[in-house]
């Protein structure tokens, strides 16, 4: 055999066991990717979420005494936002650990025009902790829970009288979040908030302890920056 036909043989025998390393070469470099790769709570540093977009929640308002122009005890139950409750923002500086600083606020107003021309308007603000973090297997799915106080303002005002109401609760809420792409997501979880403490005055009559308490399902979006 010439030198030329021995280049040849030398050529065709190193294609031949690329060809045979390469599948597993692949298999090799695709755990490598997969294991580089950053699911929720692994990338960017701060989580803003608009959250309480759509749901479903069973509220239920307390006062002690429902003379004097107070707004009387009620349960409300079905689709929101409604209620003392309505779509909100929130603001979470992400740490390494997966730790989660951060708060939600909302402001939200209805109004019935059936009796009286009855209007309410709500504000909710809150500090959180919580704890982000994915799947290591399928890393578009993660679990972000959180847990704090929140305060909420109401006024409501039907004609001539108006009241002033505000209750403290300490709020969970535990959301699935699915990651279709890189820093963005969607949330859907449980909430709950526990009525602590309140207080309603009416513009006639005596004040009274007010409380309130909810239990519901949210859906929302979240960014991560």
């Not at 779509?87 to 109004?111: C, D, K, Q, Y």
């Amino acid at each position: 055999m010439g030198a030329v036909g021995k280049v040849l043989a030398a050529i065709g025998t190193a294609a031949a066991i690329a060809a045979q390393s390469a599948p597993a070469l692949a298999q090799d470099a695709a755990p490598a990717a997969e294991e580089g790769a950053r699911g929720f709570g692994e990338r960017g540093s701060v989580l803003f979420g608009i959250e309480n977009v759509f749901g479903v929640l069973d509220q239920t308002y307390t006062a002690s005494n429902n003379g004097g122009g107070a707004i009387p005890s009620f349960n409300d139950n079905g689709f929101f936002p409604q209620g003392l409750v309505g779509t909100r923002l929130s603001l979470h500086g992400l740490l390494s650990s997966g730790i989660t600083l951060g708060g939600i606020m909302s402001v939200w107003n209805a109004t019935a025009t059936g009796q009286g021309n009855s209007s309410l308007t709500a504000f909710d603000v809150g500090p959180r902790i919580g704890y982000a973090a994915c799947l290591k297997k399928y890393k578009a799915l993660g679990f972000w829970g959180r847990v704090g106080p929140t305060f909420q303002y109401a006024t409501d005002s039907a004609g001539s009288s108006s009241q002033d109401i505000w209750t403290i609760d300490l709020s969970f809420e535990a959301f699935l979040v699915w990651s279709p792409v890189d820093h963005f997501g969607l949330l859907a979880g449980p909430s709950v908030d526990i009525g602590i403490a309140g207080h309603e005055s009416p513009s006639q009559g005596n004040g009274y302890d007010a409380g309130y308490h909810s239990v519901g399902m949210s859906f929302g979006l979240v960014f991560e920056l």
